[in-house]
């Protein structure tokens, strides 16, 4: 069973920096995409950033600068290295991923339980 675990959520204070790691578990044959979501209280779900394959990137307008997503294949891993934090980009972060597990059945999407980020003014 594919699983996905987010760590280094937080708590800091604006202009500080936090970086969350999504490790994917378990029989998997191939990751397409990788990436971070953020659900803020009384909003939608939102795309932060994702990475598809080995370098094409997606980040939303508001982390544009301020945030960088990579990715270690040979771990499964995921990063977002986030600088620059302000209080509105206190959300819970949810990892995602594209891929096709280790039976081979068909790509399909996974979602981490989500880490809390809070960010003080």
């Known amino acids: 069973q594919v699983q996905l675990v987010e760590s280094g959520g937080g708590s800091v204070q604006a202009g500080g920096s936090l970086r969350l790691s999504c490790v994917a578990s378990g029989s998997i044959y191939s990751i397409n995409t990788m990436g971070w979501y953020r659900e803020a209280p009384g909003k939608e779900r939102e795309l932060v950033a994702a990475l598809q394959g080995r370098d094409t990137t997606n980040y939303h307008s508001s982390v544009k600068g301020r945030f960088t997503i990579s990715r270690d294949n040979t771990k499964n891993t995921v990063y977002l290295q986030m600088n620059s934090l302000k209080p509105e980009d206190t959300a819970v972060y949810y990892c995602?991923?594209?891929?096709?597990?280790?039976?081979?059945?068909?790509?399909?999407?996974?979602w981490g339980k989500g880490t809390l980020v809070t960010v003080s003014s």
């Open positions: 995602n991923a594209v891929l096709m597990p280790g039976d081979y059945s068909d790509y399909a999407e996974y």
